[in-house]
């Protein structure tokens, strides 16, 4: 069981509060990811901005296949688009640790995607 709290717009620390209105604006729910990265203000900031920025590159210059990304690295592509896969990357792995350290249940409207080890 996680010692973590998920945050409500209630129960999140002022500083988060206004982060998780646009989360939900942005997901029309608000995201248990969301609710816990609330603890740390600082933290849910810079993950949305880091998905807003992320979401602006692959509006505007593709969606990366993880075959893509693979061949970034091998193939020596341009450094401007191997520091934005890097950019890319910090936003997964953020939500990916948090994730794991708060033991995150799987959101309702995902539920059916979930599966058990």
Known sequence: MSK???????????ESKPLLEKSFESF????????VMAEAPGLLEGYQVLHDTTLFMVRNRGRLT???????YAAGYDKR???EIVLGLSQKV???YVNHLAATPVDA??????WEQ
């Open 4 to 14: 973590f709290t998920i945050h409500t717009f209630e129960s999140a620390p002022e």
């Open 109 to 114: 409207p995902f539920q059916k995607f979930a």
């Open 66 to 72: 993880d075959v893509e990304i693979v061949l970034f």
């Open 94 to 96: 953020m939500s990916n």
């Open 28 to 35: 029309g729910m608000l995201p248990n990811l969301h609710g």
């Open 81 to 83: 688009q191997l520091l």
